[in-house]
């Protein structure tokens, strides 16, 4: 039912889920020309946390990012914000984290149905479920590059590209359903 009312455009679906980057590469493997050793520095710290919320319509995604903790005080803060930017009703779609559970988090949902904003949590235990996902990982092994790791300064900017441009041909992701003969 969501979904019909999404695609007439009678409310607003967003994804969201928070991610953390740090200096310390996510690429699991490469591949290098045979006897040649390849390498990543491996630096600690350089964190940088991203809150986003995805409108899979669009494509269009809204971020919010602290080098800070993520709590329940700090989403409580951006769903403060993305609240009062909503012209439809709205239902965010989130995982069961501790921090989208605490008496802190829940005492704010009626604040936000005020504000056209509902949350509705996805049953425990189902990343699947969320296509946010899917785009953070496209981040962390796909668009962030080896060189993006020298420090963090390029990471967070290359981190920022991407989401600035989360929309344009460079960072999309395409979809291919295939019959099975």
Not at 88 to 100: F, I
Not at 122 to 141: A, D, F
Request: aromatic share 12%.
């Amino acid at each position: 039912m969501l979904g019909v009312m999404a695609v007439c455009g009678m409310i607003d679906v967003r994804f969201c889920d928070e991610t953390s980057f740090q200096l310390s590469s996510n690429i699991p493997y490469g591949w290098g020309p045979v006897g040649e050793q390849q390498g990543i520095k491996a630096i600690r710290g350089g964190n940088l946390n991203v809150f986003g919320l995805l409108d899979v319509q669009t494509n269009q995604l809204t971020t919010y990012l602290t080098e800070g903790r993520v709590d329940s005080a700090q989403v409580i803060e951006w769903l403060d914000d993305f609240s009062r930017t909503l012209t439809k009703p709205t239902v965010v779609v989130m995982d069961n984290a501790p921090w989208h559970r605490s008496k802190a988090f829940m005492d704010c949902l009626s604040r936000w149905e005020d504000r056209n904003l509902i949350i509705y949590h996805l049953p425990t235990y189902s990343p699947h479920l969320n296509p946010i996902e899917i785009r953070w990982k496209m981040v962390k092994y796909q668009w962030l590059r080896p060189q993006d790791f020298d420090s963090k300064q390029k990471l967070h900017d290359r981190i920022k590209y991407v989401l600035a441009n989360f929309q344009t041909s460079e960072f999309t992701l395409n979809y291919r359903t295939e019959v099975v003969k």
